[in-house]
């Protein structure tokens, strides 16, 4: 990579720049390191193997600079020490999702979200809010003969609604999102799924085979997609909430 002086990673960025305000890194942290397993190995004979990180921030803010494309590093997982003072430092908006925010059981308080970030209630390899709450992924796993999530979903259902001062689906989805319109963060996403109302998921993380994953298409035309009761809640509630950024 650096004998070709990242011409590579360059094209790459360019070509997805082209066309974009903003791109989001899925796995930033494989700009630091990535895990490697021999041919014809086993995960026990892997090991991280180092990336040279601060060039690749460098090549990440020139291509940046150049397209005039903010940059969005998805920093969730096992993250290495420094490498979210790294991205910052490099103006790369941290990506911080509301369901996986917490302070110890607690859910993190908006105010406590960092600026510098894309902040969201959920992502795709969770289901939509709705079946979240409702545990739909669960009831999917189940029937698809997979062991369920380390976490306990009642408990954390329990926890942010009690966060969130909420009893029913519809009210604890408003105002999540309220929430995450709330912080002082950079940008406040909202999936289309949220807005459709939708339940299942379009991605279930440890299948390939057994579920028709990234080709479900929304039951809600784009048409109708900002109008619907559900989206209309959701909106409103985000320009009420909306924190000065």
């Known amino acids: 990579m650096t004998r070709i002086?990242?011409?590579n990673f360059a094209t790459l960025l360019a070509a997805n720049m082209r066309h974009a305000g903003i791109l989001r890194i899925d796995h930033v942290m494989g700009i630091a390191r990535l895990f490697w397993i021999p041919e014809g190995g086993t995960g026990a004979d892997g090991a991280y193997v180092a990336y040279p990180l601060a060039d690749l921030v460098g090549q990440l803010a020139?291509?940046?600079?150049?397209?005039?494309c903010m940059v969005i590093?998805?920093?969730?997982?096992?993250?290495?020490?420094?490498?979210?003072?790294?991205?910052?430092?490099?103006?790369?908006?941290?990506?911080?999702?509301?369901?996986?925010?917490?302070?110890?059981?607690?859910?993190?308080?908006?105010?406590?979200?960092?600026?510098?970030?894309?902040?969201?209630?959920?992502?795709?390899?969770?289901p939509p809010l709705a079946g979240w709450l409702e545990g739909a992924d669960l009831a999917e796993r189940a029937a698809l003969g997979l062991p369920p999530p380390d976490s306990d979903?009642?408990?954390?259902?329990?926890?942010?609604?009690?966060?969130?001062g909420t009893t029913t689906t519809a009210d604890t989805i408003t105002a999540a999102h309220?929430?995450?319109?709330?912080?002082?963060s950079a940008l406040?996403?909202?999936?289309?799924?949220d807005l459709a109302g939708a339940r299942i998921g379009?991605?279930?993380?440890?299948?390939?085979?057994?579920?028709?994953?990234?080709?479900?298409?929304?039951?809600?035309?784009?048409?109708?997609?900002?109008?619907?009761?559900t989206a209309t809640a959701i909106l409103d509630t985000m320009r009420d909430r909306a924190a000065p950024k």
């Open 73 to 126: 590093g998805e920093d969730l997982g096992t993250v290495p020490d420094g490498l979210r003072q790294s991205l910052h430092d490099a103006n790369i908006l941290s990506f911080r999702v509301l369901l996986f925010e917490r302070q110890g059981d607690a859910f993190t308080p908006p105010d406590a979200y960092p600026a510098l970030a894309a902040a969201c209630v959920s992502t795709h390899d969770l």
């Open 202 to 229: 379009v991605n279930l993380p440890g299948t390939d085979t057994e579920r028709p994953n990234w080709r479900r298409r929304l039951a809600t035309p784009v048409e109708t997609l900002l109008t619907g009761e």
């Open 62 to 68: 020139l291509e940046s600079h150049r397209a005039k």
């Open 178 to 184: 309220a929430t995450i319109a709330a912080t002082p």
């Open 153 to 164: 979903r009642a408990a954390d259902r329990t926890e942010l609604q009690k966060t969130l």
């Open 5 to 7: 002086g990242y011409n």
């Open 188 to 193: 406040a996403l909202v999936q289309a799924d």
